[in-house]
């Protein structure tokens, strides 16, 4: 049994609930306080140092230390911008949403902090469009919190202004990316930018911008309110600290979000002790860690601990933390093509190598399950995914070629099964 | 026929978009959510409706025409009365979306065939992994569709 059994929730504190937390339940319980002393108590510059001592790390994927983000930011006077990236669409990611639906207060005190922070009086909360009913728990979180002076013009009575807009998309995974959602907010189609320059220099309406996902945000009422030695304590400084919020999918019998500190499971034991095993005692087949984004790891790699650098020592990367269990009854080509057949769909098609090598991926690796493939397919999946990753202007096309390199290389067998025996060996699912 | 009717936003639309273009740092941020209400008013969005939401934004028509074309959520013709939108991505195809996209094409095929309803299949993940398999009926989640509760939502659609 791991010992993250023992571990009180500090983001997702009301597990079960399905309703938001109101502004007096939040503030009841301990929040807004970080807000509170950030206004009375502390200079932005200590803000920020305050969120590096914590060693929080970026949870919408990249890991990149929060607090150095924000010190990038120009101290120079002008306008700046606070953009929440909301638009959670990686498959198998589910993590923000209940954030947004159950604690709307908590990522508001973060965007609101991070503004205090960075010296923005504007924050723009990017949400996917299909979250209806998140966003306008969201708006009416900040109706709440604007109408008791917490939030909007001279904050809690200082001089402190910080405006947020729930800003709603419109069906496009691209958006996540943080230059196509700086194009998206500027009403241009969602194509990321090249750079230099960076958002810090050249964000949104060309001022400088910090880009956080939501759980990142949500993060930094805790460190304020109760310091970051406090936070160090949770998780396995220096690298991984803090709490993670794995939301676990696929052939488990208990999927859900489960947050933990880093580093405090493996990948067996948040299956096993959180997700109740899997479905039928069947065996592991393999685990993605970063949604459908990074190499799988295969069944040998269970006891993997779940922070960024293991997952990393393991040969992927924990990204959303999005766990997605296949089983030995799991086609592994059905599922790349799976796999596949989202970033064909969801490539902006600004970069050809993406655009075009995405739909060709694709196409090579239906016609193996569909026992249509040749020998030469595998060589082929390989030198076509080169040719995309590493040639394109963002992360999307070396994720779509993630799936495909890892399970030709890990399941090659498999593959070679559907081509020398002309169709799928497998029960369809 | 009504203004909305014929294509054209009706006037509270059109102050809904001014409002929310003067409100934000630059106008053409209005832009998306001046179509989305658009959408909302006519339908879908035909040519005169993209035209004018981009009017009261003050953009180049083609400036909203790239975006009608980009994003999945915006409609540039009439759909059906119901639309089904089934998640078959990864996480809901381990957890049976291809059973449930057969059933409710099984099930509501008068319906489909008359074209008050359609069910499209998306390799799209809308987010509900662990409440899989599921299906967005128009801005609504529907989660959790095992047997009993797929036969609801058919008997719902008039299956």
Redesign the interface.
Known sequence: MSVALNYVPVLLTHPGRTGPVSLDEYCSEGGYAGWRKALTAMTPEQVIEEVKASGLRGRGGAGFPAGMKWSFIPKAPG?KYVAVNAD???????K??ELIEVEPHRVLEGVALCCYAIGAE?AFVYI??????PADRLEAAIAEAEAANVLGAGCLGTAVNVKI?V???????ICGEETALLE???????MPRSRPPFPAVEGL?RRPTVINNVETLANVPGIIDRGSAWYNTIGTPPRNTGPKIF?????VNR???YELPLGAATVRELIDDYGQGVIGGKAVKGV?TA??SAPILTADKLDTRLDYDSVQAAGSMLGSA?L???DEA?CIVR?AA??E??F???S?GKCTPCREGTSWLFKILQRIEQGHGRPADLDLLVSLSGEISGKVLCALGDFATSPVVATVKQYREEYEQHISEHGCPFE?? | MTEASAGRLSESTRAEISRLAAMYPERRTALLPALKLAQADVGFLPPEAIAEAADVVGVPHSAALELVSFYTMLFSEPGPARRLIVCAQLPCALRGAEGLIRDLRAGLRQQIEAGAVEVERTSECFGACHKAPMARLGDEYRERLDDAARRRLIDELGG
């Open positions: 306008a959670e669409s990686e498959p198998g990611t589910f923000d949403r504007t996917r469009g299909e979250y209806v009913e807009h800003f709603r998309g419109a069906g496009a995974y998206s907010l500027e009403g241009r189609r969602p309406y939301c676990l999918s696929g052939r999927p859900g979000n993605l949604g459908v999005s997605i269990v296949l799991t599922a799976l796999m057949d989202f064909r769909h969801e902006c369809p699912w």
